[in-house]
């Protein structure tokens, strides 16, 4: 399993450059802020949304500590989803939230 640290995908939004970010977390769990741009599936519903993820893109998967994110990982990786586990989740992420 692919995987990112939090000032990593930071970094990378830093410095204007867009990434695909799935949040699996629930909805008031994601009420309290998320990354700018992220899209919240949360892990019970991946397998019945997933036609509408793009197999061609690149997502990074983010959840509140990176366990529901890692376990989303793998679940997309055996559909042949190409997908990056955010390690440490929301509660490593330093920079804004929206």
């Known amino acids: 399993m692919k995987a990112i640290t939090a000032k990593e995908v930071e970094q990378i939004l830093n410095e204007g450059k867009k990434l695909d970010i799935i949040d699996v977390r629930e909805v008031e769990e994601?009420?309290?802020g998320k990354i700018p741009g992220a899209v919240n599936i949360r892990l019970g519903l991946l397998e019945f949304r997933m036609q509408e993820l793009d197999k061609s893109k690149e997502y990074i998967m983010v959840?509140?500590?990176?366990?529901?994110?890692a376990q989303a990982t793998q679940f997309l990786e055996y559909q042949r989803f190409n997908?990056?586990?955010?390690?440490?989740?929301?509660?490593?992420?330093?920079?804004?939230?929206?």
């Open 63 to 69: 959840c509140r500590s990176g366990g529901r994110s």
């Open 83 to 98: 997908v990056i586990n955010m390690t440490g989740g929301m509660m490593s992420w330093e920079g804004r939230v929206e």
């Open 30 to 32: 994601v009420a309290g």
